[in-house]
């Protein structure tokens, strides 16, 4: 049988999610708007676009990830899936790098641990951090 494992979830405009450091906000525009929005280069701006038309457009700022799409984006499609799920782990990790680091040194302050720093990268899958011999921390 093998074959690609389906994700357990689809990321659709049904997809919520909300922290302090990242909110999903989802807004659905004319196909007309998105390829008019889609031609403005901005930073944090990403666009999905196949080979016909622009389908989604992300755009990161102030925590808020805005997904743009239009009435007949197919969130069913795996590459629009595979591209979502990679862009919001980029923006994860992104957030992770600037907030983590600061919440592990509130913590040593209370706890005391004198060790050599964090780091903030890509673990192995199904790893969230380690701590190693000399006390640095990995997440």
């Not at 990321?11 to 906000?25: A, D, E, G, Q, Y």
């Not at 390829?35 to 989604?56: G, H, M, W």
Request: glycine residues 6%; contains cysteine; aromatic residues 10%.
């Amino acid at each position: 049988m093998g074959g690609i494992k389906e994700p357990t979830f689809k990321i659709n405009p049904r997809f919520r999610l909300t922290t302090k450091h990242l909110s999903v906000v989802w807004h659905r525009v004319d196909k007309f708007t998105l390829e008019c929005e889609a031609a403005l280069t901005i930073p944090d701006r990403f666009v999905y676009q196949d080979k016909n038309s622009v389908e989604l457009q992300v755009q990161y700022h102030d925590d808020i990830l805005d997904m743009i799409y239009h009435g007949s984006t197919d969130f069913e499609n795996r590459k629009i899936q595979k591209w979502l799920r990679e862009l919001m782990s980029e923006t994860i990790l992104r957030i992770a790098k600037v907030v983590l680091p600061g919440r592990v040194k509130y913590w040593e302050n209370i706890k005391g641990p004198h060790g050599s720093g964090v780091t903030v990268k890509r673990l192995r899958k199904n790893v969230l951090g380690y701590c190693t011999f000399n006390n640095h921390i990995a997440l």
